[in-house]
């Protein structure tokens, strides 16, 4: 099983990179990869870049990346209630590649967390609603509020047993799924 694991960030010190690296550690016997945004910085979207120069090559290496997953781990910052711009212009450069949907359904783990007791809920709504539009198949979600005091930055790993056990649980159920399939 190959799982791509996404921060929809593209700071160094993401909170969100580190939960989707943590779940990510959670599968036996995958192959993971973290995928670090930065190299996909393209320039902002607009219809007449599209236009002149087409898609970017860095959305198609994207793109590829997702097709060749059994599995993505999407971790998303909630910035003023919705998507990083960083992890937006991403997505909508995806979106504009000929004949694809952005997450063409592979299954899909959609998480958020931040500092604050919400734990990125605004952002998890949005994406929900908006992603199937666009190939998403999201089979769960999962929020960690209070990042600071519920994450071990150390350890690397969730430190709120609550919290790491229903993390556990989800990826126990997405794992047996991805099992099912693969058959």
Do not use: C
Request: charged share 25%.
């Amino acid at each position: 099983m190959k799982v791509l694991a996404i921060a929809g960030s593209n700071s160094d010190a993401s909170m969100n990179r580190q939960l989707v690296a943590y779940a990510s550690s959670l599968f036996e016997n995958a192959e993971v990869e973290v995928v670090d945004l930065n190299p996909f910085e393209m320039p902002i979207y607009k219809h007449e870049r599209e236009l002149a120069g087409g898609v970017p090559q860095e959305a198609h290496d994207f793109a590829s990346k997702i097709d060749g997953a059994n599995l993505l781990l999407v971790s998303l910052p909630e910035h003023n209630g919705t998507y990083s711009t960083a992890f937006k212009n991403v997505f909508d450069w995806v979106s504009r590649i000929k004949d694809r949907t952005v997450w063409n359904e592979v299954p899909m783990l959609l998480m958020s967390t931040s500092p604050g007791g919400r734990g990125g809920a605004g952002v998890l709504e949005a994406a929900s609603k908006r992603f199937p539009f666009h190939g998403g198949n999201i089979v769960e979600t999962f929020s960690l509020p209070f990042f600071n005091d519920n994450f071990d930055k150390a350890a690397h790993k969730i430190s709120n047993t609550e919290k790491d056990s229903e993390l556990k649980e989800k990826i126990k159920k997405i794992a047996a799924i991805e099992i099912i399939l693969e058959k």
